[in-house]
């Protein structure tokens, strides 16, 4: 009976005051599709985030050697890795799919020289993996496969003082163990805005890259773009059935 009664004396009270009811009403209301509104931006503007970040160099998935991914070794190798991401270009009916290889050399100019990150690329397709292709602010993107040619950052390029046309000296260690030497031309010099990849990242043909480091053919990663973050699991699951 007490509770019947403080149910009929709120419910009186409340429209007592009508106006006040319903501003009060409304602001609840009001917060409530703001708090769900506001949540679902965040979450999206992070997929989109980690989405970008992923397209601007790594890919949404990778091929790699076993235990690559922690220690890095240049010994650690994919074998054919050209063939074999043909291969998974036709499981998946999708030119996103680019082979990589990864190795470090002292690059040196006349007057500098600095370490660097050498990556040998697939020009046909990095371009739909990668957005660094997209970025080249002086200059071109590598064309030929098999030129001595290299792309290289914004920052590393005013480091080292060279534009493009000018020559660069690579010397580091090759996959057999001999040293890997060579003399290539700046095509291109990009700009990402990441300082570390302006700083420290250069590409040439992946053709290029297996002569000079002795690599017969093989690589590191097949970097592979998917349309967005769901369809990841989905492109996972064919690789595997095409790489077992």
């Known amino acids: 009976m007490a509770g019947n009664i403080s149910v009929r004396l709120a419910w009186r009270n409340l429209w007592r005051h009508s106006r006040r009811t319903w501003l009060t009403l409304g602001a609840m209301v009001f917060s409530n599709v703001l708090l769900v509104f506001m949540i679902a931006l965040q979450q999206g503007s992070y997929s989109m985030m980690i989405d970008n970040s992923l397209r601007a160099f790594s890919g949404h998935i990778q091929i790699q050697a076993e235990g690559y991914f922690d220690e890095q070794k240049m010994r650690m190798v994919v074998p054919n890795i050209s063939s ?12 996103t799919v680019a082979a990589r290889a990864i ?3 002292m690059a040196a100019s006349e007057e500098r020289s600095f370490g660097i990150q050498i990556t040998g690329v697939e020009p046909a397709f990095e371009s739909l993996v990668s957005t660094i292709p997209g970025l080249v602010s002086e200059g071109v993107y590598l064309k030929d496969t098999m030129a001595s040619e290299i ?11 060279i534009e493009v046309g000018d020559e660069l000296t690579l010397l580091g260690g090759g996959f057999d163990g001999s040293i890997a030497a060579a003399i290539v031309t700046v095509v291109g010099i990009f700009e990402t805005g990441m300082v570390d990849l302006d700083r420290g990242v250069a590409q040439i043909p992946l053709q290029t890259f297996q002569d000079v480091f002795t690599m017969n053919g093989a690589g590191h990663r097949i970097v592979i773009g998917a349309p967005d973050l769901d ?3 989905y492109v996972a699951g064919a690789i595997v059935g095409c790489c077992g």
Do not use: P
């Open 151 to 161: 792309v290289i950052g914004k920052v590393l390029a005013r480091n080292l003082k």
């Open 103 to 105: 190795g470090f050399a």
């Open 231 to 233: 369809y990841c699991s």
């Open 84 to 95: 074999l991401a043909a291969s998974v270009r036709e499981t998946l009916t999708a030119e």
